[in-house]
Structures are given as C-alpha cells and as structure tokens.
C-alpha cells in the first residue's frame, strides 16, 4: 500500500507542488518569527529590501528563465549544452554591470538618510552576486523537470535561513543587520551545493557560442521587459504605500500578501510543469493542444481556488493572527486578505494567457500588455488611497490591471490561436469531474 502511494506521488505534478508549498510554508514561517521579533519599522525596511532586491533580480530573471526553458526543452545534448553556457555568459554579464552599479552608490552613502536607501545600496549587491548559482541551477531543474532536487535546493535555501534566524534570537543577537548577514550566508550556501553537486551546469559555460547569445538576447529583450513590468506590479502596491502612507503601512499591507501563498503555491506549480507542456506542443505545430493546455489549467485552477477564497474570507482574522501576531489583530490585514483573495480567483486566466503568449513567440504582445497593467495599477492606487486615506483603496485598485490583463491578453493569444474565454470554465469544470471520478469514484 505504502509502495503504491508513493509511485502514484513521484510525479512532477506532486513534486511541483511539494516543492513550491515546503519553500512557501518555511517563507510563511519565516515571516511569523521576524514580524514577532523585529519592530514593525524594522520589517517595513526588511519588505522594502525584499521588494527591491526580486524586482532588481527580475531583469536577471526575467532576460534568461523563459529563454532558457523554451530554448533547452526537448533539444540535442550538443544544443541544450550550447543554451546553458549562453545564458551563463549573459547571467554573469548581468550581474557584474547591476554589482558595479551598487559598487559606485558605495562611496556616496553618507548623503542618503533614509534607511530603506542605505540597506539597499549596502545588501544587494552581494545578494546578487550570492544567488547567481542556485538561480540558474533552478532554472535547468526547472525545464528538466528535476522538482525532486529544485525542492531540495530549496529547502536549503530557506531552511538554512530560518534555522539562522532561530539562533539569532536563541543567543539574543537579533537585528535587521544580522538578519542581513544571514539571508546572504544562505543563499551563498545553496549556491555552493549546487556547483558542487553538478546541477549548475557551469561546466557549459565555453559551449555558449555567439548565435545562441544573440539568439537568447533578442527573445530576452521583450522577456526582460515583461518580467521587470510584472514584478514592479507587484511591487508597486508596496512603493506606492510607502510613500504615501509609511513603512509601518507597508508591514500590515505585506502581510495578507504572505498569506496570498495558499494561491501562489499551486499557481507556480501547475505553471512550472505547464511551460515544458505548453512548448513542446508548439514546437511540435500543434497549436489545438497549446489552446487546450491553456484552457485545463487555467480553469481547473480557477474553480478550485473558488472554495480556498471563501475559507480565506472566513478564517482572515484567524489566519492574520497567527502570521502576524497581536499587534496586527485590529488592523487591516484581515480585510485586505478577503479583498485579495477574492480577486485572486481569475490569477490563473492571466498568468496562463502570458505564459503562453511567451511561448508562441508573442513576447511583445505580453510585454505591451504588462505594462497597460502596470499603468493601470498606479493610476489605480494614486486615486484609491488618495480617496480611501487607507490601505483599502491600493487593495481595490489592484482589480483594474486584472480586468485590463485577462482581456489585452485573451485578444492578442486568440490572434494567433483562436479560442473561446468561456471553454476557460467549461475545460476546467470537465478536468475536475474527470479528476474527482478516477479518484474518488474507482470500481
């Protein structure tokens, strides 16, 4: 019984998921001993690092991990070697310019004030440099579909980092500086483990040639711009909120964002093993199966985050409560994660649609349609908590780019291949009753 259970659970869609919610539960963790440990000042500079440093290391990101997984999957050795050196060769080039970059503010920190400044200038530069390794290696696990060892590099990752942070308070040596230290020991030791371990591919680096560099440069350029575009999304809520509210707003408004996790965690799952699918089907010109691929996931998803909102939208304070602890009880936290969450019902029509423009070669069109969602976000919390005084107004605004996403996004992929937005619901309603049968209901 126990050999069957686990057969039927080595699957990449379990290990997918399993690697996704084990970094998500130790990041949730994570985040409930530093919002007890440090002042809510301290976390607002701490959120602010974070929000800098993923957006800064997006156009690392956002330039090479698709190009990689749509260049690498399903290829000749001699080819996938070629790829992983090249996108070593740009990634370092990368990382040497934004490291200069930081190396020149260096000198100049003694004429900024504000703190969120200085821990930028100080930290990310090193940080960047720390996770130029793991994050190429996840990558290559990523398109060979390896989650069994991306979950394992994960869990060092992160698990590392908690167990850091636990010693911190244990030897009452806790501190925004320390918490810095840290953060970058563990991500050189992940960094470390996979050259060691041979999951890097660094050993490719002299297969790069030039073809392939301008090859992954001319698709990156949209890519890099699409991803940058989506992450200052996310993002901009946290700058915008800052600015007109403080950092202390920033930590109650982060903090439904954390819980947002119980989406993300099957969201970037079911998207991760999706990709390599959604490729090779349009490698292979058979583009019905791209249109149908989207169509399963995406609805299959959006029904089944139905009933998850409205356990977020019963149990919000409860769940508030316990991330956060009792200085966040009578705040907004509660409130905002019922708005979040209720929205987050349609995140799997709009990533699915952009995943998949990306793969059939419409990087363009996805980038045009990022940064319509992008403007449409600031406009949107500018006015909303200029009108509100208060956080509500950034949480309702962030309806606006959805709509405007789901719908530039649905008319530039049906350009190319066309099919109905409603089959989205139908696809998924006939995946799940499919899925509860096999399961549920065997002879």
Same mark, same amino acid.
């Given at each position: 019984?126990? #050999? #069957?259970?686990?057969?039927?659970?080595?699957?990449?869609?379990?290990?997918?998921?399993?690697?996704?919610?084990?970094?998500?539960?130790?990041?949730?963790?994570?985040?409930?001993?530093?919002?007890?440990?440090?002042?809510?000042?301290?976390?607002?500079?701490?959120?602010?690092?974070?929000?800098?440093?993923?957006?800064?290391?997006?156009?690392?990101?956002?330039?090479?991990?698709?190009?990689?997984?749509?260049? !690498?999957?399903?290829?000749?050795?001699?080819?996938?070697?070629?790829?992983?050196?090249?996108?070593?060769?740009?990634?370092?080039?990368?990382?040497? /310019?934004?490291?200069?970059?930081?190396?020149?503010?260096?000198?100049?920190?003694?004429?900024?004030?504000?703190?969120?400044?200085?821990?930028? $200038?100080?930290?990310?530069?090193?940080?960047?440099?720390?996770?130029?390794?793991?994050?190429?290696?996840?990558?290559?696990?990523?398109?060979?579909?390896?989650?069994?060892?991306?979950?394992?590099?994960?869990?060092?990752?992160?698990? &590392?980092?908690?167990?850091?942070?636990?010693?911190?308070?244990?030897?009452?040596?806790?501190?925004?500086?320390?918490?810095?230290?840290?953060?970058?020991?563990?991500?050189?030791?992940?960094?470390? $483990?996979?050259?060691?371990?041979?999951?890097?591919?660094?050993?490719?680096?002299?297969?790069?040639?030039?073809?392939?560099?301008?090859?992954?440069?001319?698709?990156?350029?949209?890519?890099?711009?699409?991803?940058?575009?989506?992450?200052?999304?996310?993002?901009?809520?946290?700058?915008?909120?800052?600015?007109?509210?403080?950092?202390?707003?920033?930590?109650?408004?982060?903090?439904?964002?954390?819980?947002?996790?119980?989406?993300?965690?099957?969201?970037?799952?079911?998207?991760?093993?999706?990709? &390599? &699918?959604?490729?090779?089907?349009?490698?292979?010109?058979?583009?019905?199966?791209?249109?149908?691929?989207?169509?399963? !996931?995406?609805?299959?998803?959006?029904?089944?985050?139905?009933?998850?909102?409205?356990?977020?939208?019963?149990?919000?304070?409860?769940?508030?409560?316990?991330?956060?602890?009792? #200085?966040?009880?009578? &705040?907004?936290?509660?409130?905002?994660?019922?708005?979040?969450?209720?929205?987050?019902?349609?995140?799997?029509?709009?990533?699915?649609?952009?995943?998949?423009?990306?793969?059939?070669?419409?990087?363009?069109?996805?980038?045009? #349609?990022?940064?319509?969602?992008?403007?449409?976000?600031?406009?949107?919390?500018? /006015?909303?908590?200029?009108?509100?005084?208060?956080?509500?107004?950034?949480?309702?605004?962030?309806?606006?780019?959805?709509?405007?996403?789901?719908? !530039?996004?649905?008319?530039?992929?049906?350009?190319?291949?066309?099919?109905?937005?409603?089959?989205?619901?139908?696809?998924?309603?006939?995946?799940?009753?499919?899925?509860?049968?096999?399961?549920?209901?065997?002879?």
């Amino acid at each position: 019984m126990l #050999k #069957k259970l686990v057969h039927k659970l080595n699957n990449k869609h379990f290990l997918s998921l399993a690697g996704n919610g084990a970094m998500s539960v130790l990041a949730m963790i994570t985040v409930a001993v530093l919002y007890r440990a440090l002042t809510v000042e301290e976390i607002g500079y701490w959120v602010f690092f974070q929000t800098v440093a993923v957006l800064l290391d997006t156009f690392r990101t956002g330039f090479l991990q698709i190009a990689l997984v749509k260049f !690498y999957t399903g290829t000749t050795k001699e080819r996938a070697n070629e790829v992983i050196g090249s996108v070593w060769y740009l990634a370092v080039g990368i990382t040497l /310019v934004m490291g200069l970059v930081n190396l020149a503010f260096v000198p100049f920190m003694g004429s900024f004030k504000d703190p969120a400044v200085l821990v930028i $200038i100080q930290w990310f530069g090193l940080s960047f440099l720390a996770t130029l390794p793991s994050g190429i290696t996840s990558w290559i696990l990523q398109a060979d579909q390896k989650f069994d060892k991306l979950l394992i590099l994960r869990v060092i990752t992160q698990g &590392s980092f908690i167990l850091s942070i636990v010693a911190l308070i244990l030897f009452d040596q806790m501190n925004l500086r320390s918490v810095f230290i840290v953060n970058l020991a563990s991500a050189s030791l992940a960094s470390i $483990i996979a050259i060691l371990f041979g999951w890097s591919g660094i050993s490719a680096f002299f297969s790069k040639t030039k073809a392939c560099v301008k090859e992954i440069y001319h698709f990156g350029k949209f890519s890099v711009g699409t991803t940058i575009s989506a992450n200052m999304l996310r993002s901009a809520d946290t700058f915008i909120v800052a600015y007109m509210l403080g950092p202390a707003a920033v930590a109650i408004y982060n903090l439904p964002g954390r819980l947002m996790e119980i989406i993300e965690i099957p969201l970037r799952s079911t998207l991760a093993t999706a990709m &390599s &699918s959604l490729a090779k089907a349009f490698n292979n010109g058979n583009k019905r199966e791209v249109a149908y691929i989207l169509q399963k !996931y995406a609805g299959t998803l959006t029904l089944a985050f139905v009933p998850l909102a409205l356990g977020a939208i019963l149990f919000a304070d409860i769940a508030t409560g316990l991330l956060g602890g009792g #200085k966040y009880v009578d &705040s907004e936290a509660a409130n905002l994660l019922r708005i979040m969450m209720v929205l987050a019902i349609f995140y799997p029509i709009d990533r699915f649609i952009a995943v998949s423009l990306d793969i059939i070669h419409q990087p363009k069109a996805n980038f045009i #349609k990022v940064l319509l969602m992008l403007l449409v976000n600031i406009l949107g919390d500018f /006015v909303g908590i200029y009108l509100t005084g208060n956080l509500y107004g950034a949480a309702f605004a962030t309806s606006l780019p959805l709509v405007v996403g789901i719908f !530039y996004g649905y008319y530039c992929f049906n350009k190319h291949i066309p099919f109905k937005l409603s089959m989205v619901f139908v696809s998924g309603y006939i995946n799940i009753r499919k899925m509860v049968r096999k399961n549920l209901f065997k002879k």
